[in-house]
């Protein structure tokens, strides 16, 4: 059995290692946004230590996929981190997988991440979607030079904060935001970057995916009248120099 898979990674021009973790990207909505190499990983891994067990598996049984899942997520992270380096040490090859998108991304994993690398052990990266990539793409603003932000903090004051330290940012901002804050984080850009030009991405890759690419207070005037609904991603243009 073991000589199989060992013969199956080497078939695709890859090294097999022991004791190896993959992060890899899955989906951010829509299910054929999966690489043909993270699947083949999924199969051929020995664990998944997956953020959201639910949702991972309906990404497996979708294409057949019986490898055995155990929880990863903020709360256990410590504890399942002593766990998953121990079954590295014992040679397993685990993949890494979030709720959506790139782990580590806005997502548990980071953690997980240095541990390995304390440890001495491989990381091999299998990449795939990640929101912000998506978004940006078609945002139309520049994204030759750009900044992630990941989440403002959820707190008013705090929130104004960080995006005052962002004012004079030239390069093109990408924020994650959830539906019940994106208007009051849209309302302090406009007060703290002013009138610029932007672009929200909505529920990218899903059913209702939307890209409204406007001005800051006419993204307001929208979402005011259409109350924000899904996921969603917001890009703005960097301060101006000329
Ligand atoms: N790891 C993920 C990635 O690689 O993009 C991000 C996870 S973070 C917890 C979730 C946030 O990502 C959402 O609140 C939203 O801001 C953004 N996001 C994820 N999927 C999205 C989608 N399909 N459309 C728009 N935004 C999305």
Redesign the pocket.
């Known amino acids: 059995m073991e000589k199989k898979k060992k013969d199956l990674f080497l078939e695709q021009g890859e090294k097999f290692v022991k004791g190896v973790l993959y992060i890899v990207?899955t989906p951010?909505?829509n299910l054929e946004d999966i690489t043909l190499r993270a699947l083949r990983t999924l199969k051929e891994v020995e664990l998944i230590a997956a953020e959201d067990t639910r949702r991972t598996r309906k990404l497996l049984s979708h294409y057949q996929i019986h490898t055995p899942l155990v929880s990863y997520f903020a709360h256990n992270k410590i504890r399942r981190e002593k766990y998953l380096l121990k079954m590295l040490g014992e040679g397993k090859r685990i993949a890494l997988v979030?709720?959506?998108?790139?782990?580590?991304?806005?997502?548990p994993g980071y953690s997980l991440i240095r541990a390995v690398l304390e440890a001495g052990m491989d990381i091999i990266p299998i990449p795939g979607?990640?929101?912000?990539i998506?978004?940006l793409g078609v945002s139309g603003l520049p994204i030759h030079e750009f900044v992630f932000i990941g989440?403002l903090s959820s707190k008013g004051g705090r929130r104004k904060r960080e995006l005052q330290n962002l004012e004079a940012e030239t390069k093109t901002i990408v924020i994650?935001?959830?539906p019940h804050r994106l208007l009051a984080t849209l309302r302090d850009i406009l007060e703290i970057f002013g009138d610029r030009d932007s672009a929200v991405?909505?529920?990218?890759?899903?059913k209702y995916?939307e890209i409204s690419r406007d001005k800051v207070s006419l993204q307001i005037a929208k979402f005011t009248a259409v109350p924000p609904r899904?996921?969603?991603?917001i890009v703005v243009e960097g301060k101006r120099t000329s």
């Open positions: 990207s951010i909505g979030s709720e959506a998108g790139t782990p580590g991304i806005s997502d979607p990640t929101a912000l998506s978004a989440f994650y935001e959830s991405a909505r529920e990218l890759t899903k995916e899904g996921e969603f991603v």
